[in-house]
């Protein structure tokens, strides 16, 4: 069985400050994706990134960037700087592969970011 | 279109009632998911289309619920006789292809049920 855990609910910060969004994940397979996405008031959700369970190599793009420590099985999201427009609902979610044709994404819970001006 | 399309916004229905739920994905989009949001939960894979077929309805919570696409296009969500725990925000979302080195689905803003 898969699991996502987002453990904080609701998170609120002052602008300019920095975030970290945790994500813990359960799997049996061996080679997986992660995922995370936004969830802005207007409901639709916004791909951030994908990353594969064999590249550790963190990522950083602009203010945005992620720690992926496969030991922990974490993988969790910092925004640098926060604006005002990063207040979103944040989901993590994974995705096996063991075979072609598993399409189904498991999301955690979510965490509700709010930047307060 | 431009983006994934969702309707109705918004449906208000009596326990009882049929409801259909449309999604109009990205045009040349061959895939094609729908997922449910609960209040506090996270997102919940209900069912996904590779064309007009459907590999998985592993997430299909009862055989209340159904879905079809056609054309390889718009895909329609039913919900027979709802039930009160049927109340969610039903999500849709399309992907170009199922290739590998694409794993970036596009959503819609959602379908936001309430059963009465």
């Known amino acids: 069985a898969q699991k996502v855990t987002q453990a904080q609910t609701e998170i609120s910060v002052v602008e300019k400050e920095d975030v970290t969004l945790d994500c813990v994940y359960e799997?049996?397979?061996?080679?997986?994706?992660l995922f995370w996405y936004k969830q802005p008031p207007s409901g639709e959700l916004v791909f951030l990134i994908r990353?594969?369970?064999?590249?550790?190599q963190n990522e950083i793009s602009g203010r945005y960037s992620w720690n992926f420590q496969k030991s922990t099985s974490s993988f969790n999201f910092t925004i640098t700087a926060s604006q005002v427009v990063d207040s979103a609902v944040y989901f993590c979610?994974?995705?096996?592969?063991?075979?072609?044709?598993?399409?189904?994404?498991?999301f955690g819970t979510g965490t509700r970011l709010t930047i307060i001006p | 279109g431009a983006g994934v399309s969702q309707s109705p916004s918004n449906k208000v229905t009596e326990k009882g009632k049929d409801v259909e739920l449309r999604c109009d994905p990205i045009?040349?989009?061959?895939?094609l998911y729908w997922y449910r949001q609960s209040l506090g939960q996270g997102l919940e894979f209900l069912i996904y289309?590779?064309?007009?077929?459907?590999?998985?309805k592993s997430g299909l919570p009862s055989d209340r619920f159904s879905a079809e696409r056609t054309g390889g296009s718009v895909s329609t969500l039913t919900i027979q006789r709802t039930q009160q725990e049927d109340s969610a925000v039903y999500l849709c979302?399309?992907?170009?292809?199922?290739?590998?080195?694409?794993?970036?689905?596009?959503f819609g803003s959602g379908t936001q049920l309430s059963v009465l």
């Open positions: 979302a399309s992907r170009k292809t199922l290739d590998r080195s694409n794993e970036k689905l596009f």
């Open positions: 799997t049996r397979d061996t080679t997986y994706y």
């Open positions: 990353r594969n369970s064999f590249d550790e």
């Open positions: 979610a994974l995705k096996g592969w063991r075979n072609f044709g598993n399409e189904k994404l498991t």
């Open positions: 045009s040349g989009h061959t895939a």
């Open positions: 289309f590779q064309g007009n077929s459907a590999p998985d």
